[in-house]
């Protein structure tokens, strides 16, 4: 078990870094691994339409890969069911699908919310065939991913409706506080809670759901998810400010650039940088004021430092929840997950 509630002086869980002691993702179990290696082929083939061009764009992002977390997740959260089994079920595939092919379409209609030119370091659906192209691909997605759900029981399919739904909050809470420099914590929260904390959730309940698991452990595995999630939306928020272009694949600090006040970038309005990071902010930046931004945050260590320890709590009570399941490979794998997002960001701080 990971004791969410030790920590060192510098913010660090002891027993959550032996969880994932070094950086990168962890090895999956055999099943799991399997698995995985028939989702891209399973997403293909959700896709497919009897229209050729739909095909294509539809599966752009497929064919770019990724590191499908959620297919992967909604199977370990399955195979928590069966310790030993040597192969993942078809339903828990197909219900990693349904959230992967979700969380794609909200990448197609975001890239045109941001006017992206790239995604997945290939050039993005919007950028290569128009804006309405991109969003009837998206709803495509979607719809594929409903119709998925519908295939796998009304608990299911009421289930993932419901999370497009929070989805689409998550992401217009976002919108409403874009350029706010007084946009609060709570707000943050509320907004990650629903455009990416909710959808890991959603995997992993899809998974325990067809594994038919106890509803004690079905809620287990969703409270993982959304801790998961949570510690997910900040790291990634940090690597925004702290990690390279070249890591990043995009310009540092872009959060910035769209509007997007994050955790740090909201303690260090706070800090003692702030009004100087606020003179900058509250509209759209050239790469000069970009780079100005990025600095103040950077260089506010309290502010960097503090998120970086609400990221450790957070994934600490991911592998928390773990504790209550019997012991696997794949409760195994899924606590070194909430270890390796923190060795991820550790890892570009020295």
Not at 294 to 320: P, T, Y
Request: hydrophobic residues 45%.
């Amino acid at each position: 078990m990971v004791e969410s509630r030790r920590w060192d002086a510098a913010g660090r869980s002891p027993s959550l870094r032996a969880v994932a002691p070094v950086a990168g993702s962890p090895t999956p179990p055999t099943a799991l691994a399997d698995g995985l290696g028939r989702v891209h082929d399973a997403l293909l083939q959700a896709v497919a339409a009897n229209d050729a061009f739909l095909t294509e764009i539809a599966a752009h992002l497929i064919k770019a890969g990724g590191k499908r977390q959620r297919p992967a997740f909604a199977m370990a959260s399955a195979l928590t069911a069966t310790p030993g089994a040597e192969a993942v079920t078809p339903e828990s595939m197909m219900g990693g699908v349904s959230c992967e092919l979700v969380h794609l379409g909200s990448l197609y209609h975001d890239d045109v919310m941001d006017e992206a030119t790239t995604r997945h370091f290939v050039e993005s659906v919007n950028a290569r065939w128009g804006n309405l192209q991109a969003i009837l691909a998206g709803d495509y997605l979607l719809a594929k991913a409903s119709e998925i759900a519908a295939g796998l029981g009304t608990e299911v399919a009421a289930l993932l409706a419901a999370t497009i739904a929070r989805l689409c909050e998550g992401q217009v809470a976002e919108l409403q506080d874009a350029f706010n420099v007084a946009r609060t914590e709570e707000r943050y929260h509320r907004s990650i809670e629903g455009k990416t904390a909710a959808l890991f959730s959603t995997s992993c309940r899809i998974g325990a759901l067809v594994a038919e698991l106890p509803r004690d452990q079905v809620d287990t595995l969703t409270a993982f998810g959304r801790s998961y999630g949570i510690a997910f939306q900040i790291v990634d928020d940090l690597l925004d400010v702290v990690a390279s272009d070249d890591d990043l694949g995009k310009p540092s600090g872009h959060d910035m650039v769209e509007g997007t006040y994050t955790l740090p970038i909201l303690r260090a309005l706070a800090g003692p940088g702030g009004d100087e990071l606020k003179d900058l902010l509250g509209s759209p930046l050239d790469d000069a004021q970009r780079l100005a931004a990025r600095d103040i945050v950077r260089a506010d260590s309290a502010a960097v430092g503090d998120s970086l320890v609400d990221a450790r709590r957070h994934a600490a009570d991911a592998a928390d929840h773990l504790a209550a399941l019997q012991a696997s490979d794949a409760t195994a794998w899924l606590g070194a997950t909430a270890g390796a997002l923190i060795t991820k960001v550790e890892s570009h701080l020295g």
